[in-house]
């Protein structure tokens, strides 16, 4: 099985495309998750979408908007808001966890495969077939 990241920006627009992608394909969602961490002194989130692994092909995406969303456990904001509904709308609950930030990583791409690893450990992925 492949399980892969795949990044949208930071913006509204993303986010709003990450909220599209969780509807058009609320029979393959398998978690909401956000991903808190601390860049410098910000305090910032991930939003990520896991879905269900396709068939045939066993492909597992990962959306993320990654690191562009301020914390709303520190500064409540509209981009997450809007994420919170989307969950709320899907009947999902946003599952939380504190990662380190991606800046700790030379390459983007070692930065998730910690997460998939972290993912794995508490068992949101399923792990490798």
Do not use: W
């Amino acid at each position: 099985m492949i399980q892969r990241f795949i990044e949208l920006g930071e913006g509204f627009t993303d986010i709003y495309e990450l909220v599209e992608l969780a509807k058009a394909n609320q029979h393959r969602l398998l978690h909401m998750m956000a991903f808190h961490t601390t860049i410098d002194t910000k305090q910032v989130t991930s939003l990520v979408l896991i879905l269900k692994p396709t068939d045939p092909g066993k492909f597992q995406a990962l959306y993320i908007c990654r690191e562009g969303v301020p914390n709303p456990n520190d500064l409540p904001n509209q981009r997450y808001d809007l994420f919170a509904q989307t969950a709320e709308m899907l009947n999902k609950t946003i599952h939380e966890l504190s990662v380190k930030p991606s800046t700790m990583f030379h390459e983007k791409e070692l930065y998730y495969q910690h997460l998939i690893g972290i993912l794995r450990l508490n068992h949101y992925l399923l792990p490798l077939q």
